[in-house]
């Protein structure tokens, strides 16, 4: 949830902003920040909805222009648009800003789903000026990244990353949206985690072997593209949720 600082600015009664409160006066911040919740769903709903199919690339935003993991990005998201595929990422820099240069370089559409951070994330430029979203709220723009996404595409990452490849994994195993393809983006770099997930949280019954294969693991963008249009000669597109 956002904080009070957060809240600053927006339509807001001041004397709710003191930084002593009591239990009524907290509740009736709750009720303000439900109107801009709702808000930026109804936002994202109107801008993606006509979007068309659309892949999410998720990766680090430390990553610079010449890391090799950047230009495999831009090669990635290229490919992908020429297979009539949209590239949604969250419109910062590093594997962000390649995901939407390769959409911009072959004339796919290129979303950028930014976040309000206290070290302030700025669009990079190649999302498209009418597919920028700005969100306050993790959750919500959540939400979009797989409502309105065909697949994801995880390049290496930190924490973020990470957060987004299991909630798609959970989403999927609880039925609670419908199974895309997830795509991790260097054997390298996953298989460690994945040899992980083998001898201690499969081994430990915490999760089933059919888990494991809500995911693949490619090296190359045809392989990625590969796996995604395979998925959808089966299968059609349509948002989840």
């Not at 801008?47 to 990635?76: H, M, N, W």
């Not at 789903?113 to 669009?123: A, K, R, T, V």
């Not at 987004?164 to 997830?182: C, G, N, R, S, V």
Request: charged share 20%; glycine share 10%; hydrophobic share 40%.
């Amino acid at each position: 949830m956002a904080t009070i600082s957060q809240l600053e600015g927006d339509s807001i009664p001041r004397h709710f902003l003191n930084k002593t409160r009591n239990w009524n006066e907290a509740r009736a911040i709750d009720t303000w920040q439900i109107f801009k919740i709702i808000a930026e769903f109804v936002e994202g709903f109107q801008k993606l909805s006509r979007i068309g199919p659309c892949v999410s690339i998720f990766g680090s935003a430390r990553v610079k222009e010449d890391d090799p993991y950047y230009q495999l990005t831009v090669e990635i998201a290229m490919l992908l648009g020429e297979n009539g595929y949209g590239i949604i990422t969250g419109g910062g820099p590093g594997i962000m800003e390649a995901g939407n240069k390769g959409a911009y370089m072959v004339g796919a559409n290129s979303v950028g789903l930014n976040i309000e951070l206290p070290f302030e994330q700025q669009f990079n430029n190649y999302v498209d000026r009418n597919h920028l979203l700005e969100f306050d709220y993790f959750f919500v723009r959540k939400v979009m990244f797989v409502k309105y996404a065909q697949g994801f595409v995880v390049m290496p990452g930190g924490l973020g990353t990470l957060d987004e490849f299991f909630e798609a994994m959970t989403l999927i195993q609880t039925l609670k949206i419908d199974k895309f393809p997830i795509v991790l983006v260097g054997s390298s770099f996953w298989g460690g985690l994945i040899d992980w997930l083998k001898e201690q949280v499969l081994a430990n019954g915490f999760i089933s072997p059919e888990d494991l294969h809500l995911f693949t693991i490619c090296d190359t963008a045809q392989e990625v593209v590969d796996h995604i249009n395979n998925f959808y000669s089966k299968y059609l597109h349509r948002p989840n949720f």
